[in-house]
């Protein structure tokens, strides 16, 4: 049987698997500033998605549904598998090494560069698209040129945070989990006065039973809103205690989120008829209604005038709104960077991406680099549609969930392959059940989110079979109505790219490789 891995810089001694001495050189540069308390705060920002509240209440009052269902047979056996993962393997990069002690460096290379990646689509796509049309809606129009000044802002101003050492870069985490809990638990007291004055649209109860056509449609989102886990653990090496701190803030940060993303949700309904519930502006049209109660109208037609103590709230939500959408970016950031750099320093990937800096500590390559892929792909996207913002953010969002996804289907069963690989390995928190448990968990949270990637990929997969109601076409983005083809290009030519570009990175890691193998690797 395989020994434990020692996760040291040392080169292994026969078959067993650790990272180069290439990464060794660089993680002496990492600083532990992060406590219990910052993980906490950087797990609800990250899984606290605020891009992502419209398009679940877009689907009616079967959202909470299936968000309760999924909460049980996805986010808790996910939780649990990472909290595993996280506590027995410590080691900076997380995800990437798991995988790497699971299958090899190849296999997680390749993957690493798809996880990574997302986050550039991400914040290049939906979260700037969004951040936009909330500026828009309540402060002032960005025509022509305005809109890509701002978006570059967006998106820079975002990796000047990430480059910032952890003992400064962590106080972003903290200030968007607070403006998280601010923001949406004012929307939810404001619901409770709007109801008050005006009562809110009724919910009938069978518009609660769930249907596989909405399940269709909302497990992309909801599975989203649920993943993130396994960021802090990419930043494992800058914790105080990362075997007790991880699970335990797994634990807190889940119930948080399960909370606050509910709640909102639930408030959306109340307030707006789901016919008039869209993806991108849900959560905002929703802000500016409630808002009214203070200073505002609402007329015959639905458009709302927000005024006096109404328009200053409305201001400061919306400024709150674009600090949540930011800060989501920058907490994925600090993470997949992180994971990237790990990785590229390993030999899957250029060494001089692999660099962590001497002053701040934190992979400022990558970081960089990931900020010029988001404003590239801004600005394409946003040509491409025509500036039509659903058809940028529906192709946006889609993009960033399939590519983030097919990295877990690879990740995520690497908790039963190093269950049998290291039995030995000291396990501060395991999954309950044995191995039966850990292949329990493994195949819930792999299964769906490979679900997840086909139905991304083809909208209404399964609608329609076995008796089953609904039209499949009905399932696309309705930016995308009758175009399945080109939103089905929207996503594959994309992935198809991203998989070569892993494979292109995997083979300039050559030479790092070969020096690790001779014994002579110095990092550069």
Known sequence: MTQAPS????????????????????????????????????????????????????????????????????????????????????????????????????????????????????????????????????????????????????????????????????????????????????FLVSVVVYAAEHGVHALPAGEFTPTYAGFVALVPVLIFNYVGFELPSSAAEEMKNPRRDIPLSILRSGLAAVLLYGGPILGILFVLPSQEIGSLGGFIDACKAVFTVYGGSIAADGTVTLTGLGSVFGGVAAAGLIIGLLTSGVTWAMGAHRAQAVACADGAGPAWLGRISEKHGTPVRVNILSAVLGSILFVVALNLTGGDGEKYFAAGLGLTISTTFISYVITFPSLAVLRRKYPDQERPYAVPGGRVGAWIVTALATGFVAFTVVVLVWPGFGVGWFGTAGNPADSLPESFAGQRLPYTLSQVLPLLLFVVIGLVFYAAGAPARRRAREGTADGR
Do not use: H
């Open 7 to 186: 996760l040291s810089p040392t080169p292994p001694a026969g078959d067993e698997p650790d990272l180069s001495e290439g990464w060794g050189e660089q993680r002496s540069r990492l600083r532990k500033d992060l406590r219990r308390l910052d993980v906490l705060f950087f797990l609800i920002c990250t899984l606290v998605g605020l891009d992502t509240i419209g398009s679940v209440a877009a689907q009616g009052p079967q959202g909470l549904t299936w968000m309760v269902i999924l909460a049980v047979l996805f986010f808790l056996p996910y939780g649990l598998l990472v909290a595993e993962l996280g506590s027995a393997f410590p080691v900076q990069g997380g995800p990437y090494v798991w995988t790497r002690l699971a299958f090899g460096r190849l296999v997680a290379g390749v993957n690493q560069l798809l996880y990574w990646i997302s986050n550039p689509v991400w914040v290049g796509g939906s979260l700037c698209i969004i951040a936009l049309t909330t500026w828009e809606e309540f402060f002032t129009p960005l025509p022509g040129l305005w809109k890509y000044v701002a978006g570059f802002v967006f998106i820079w101003g975002g990796a000047l945070a990430v480059v910032q050492s952890v003992r400064i870069g962590k106080w972003v985490p903290i200030a968007g989990a607070v403006a998280r809990v601010v923001l949406l638990g004012f």
